[in-house]
């Protein structure tokens, strides 16, 4: 794929064709290398076995329900440390979700950057990924991705600090679309004059 001149891959594992998880330093260095950019998709998996264990614990689980939350978590947990190795590795993560689909609805970027974190990543570095980094994935960064003159200026407002705790950003306090606050004080403004 990377001789392809690809720009972005999604859901990168490390999977072998029988579908068991393991790590290609080659691979990973090669991915540092190249111009390329690593969207992992964490939380889809791990909302899976988050739905499974919940169910367990609520009304119980069949015995293929059980095993597949024991070859679920155990893939997650594989996953989850690949994502660790390409951290180390210098690989170019961003952040996405794969969602809008069954367990996975839109609205919670929040819970894989959180998950990024648990890999290994800096607050600091996750919202890189989920902003600067991720627009320049894209070939957007000239309108979004940083506040700068001529840009969207769009801007989330937390009760904390994100670069020490990524989980403050589920404190939204105000949000900014194209220089017009669209939510303050965590209500929405129905009216917005835009600039």
């Not at 969207?39 to 614990?57: D, Q």
Request: proline share 3%; aromatic share 4%.
């Amino acid at each position: 794929m990377l001789a392809a001149g690809i720009d972005i891959i999604y859901h990168c594992h490390f999977y072998e064709a029988d579908g068991t998880l393991r790590f290609d330093d080659e691979i990973a260095r090669q991915l540092a290398d190249a111009p390329v950019h690593v969207n992992p998709t964490l939380w889809v998996n791990g909302g899976r076995v988050e739905a499974l264990r919940v169910k367990a614990n609520l009304e119980g689980l069949s015995e293929d329900e059980q095993r597949a939350l024991e070859l679920r978590a155990a893939r997650y947990a594989g996953q989850r440390e690949n994502v660790g190795r390409m951290v180390q590795r210098g690989v170019k993560l961003i952040a996405g979700t794969d969602a809008g689909f069954a367990l996975y609805p839109f609205g919670d970027l929040v819970t894989e950057l959180e998950e990024m974190v648990a890999c290994g990543m800096s607050a600091t570095d996750v919202l890189l990924a989920a902003t600067r980094v991720a627009a320049e994935a894209l070939r957007i960064d000239s309108s979004v991705g940083t506040l700068a003159p001529d840009k969207k200026a769009d801007l989330l407002v937390v009760d904390g600090d994100p670069t020490s705790n990524i989980s403050s950003l589920r404190d939204v306090q105000a949000v900014v679309l194209g220089g017009a606050v669209v939510r303050n004080d965590g209500g929405l403004i129905t009216t917005v004059d835009r600039p």
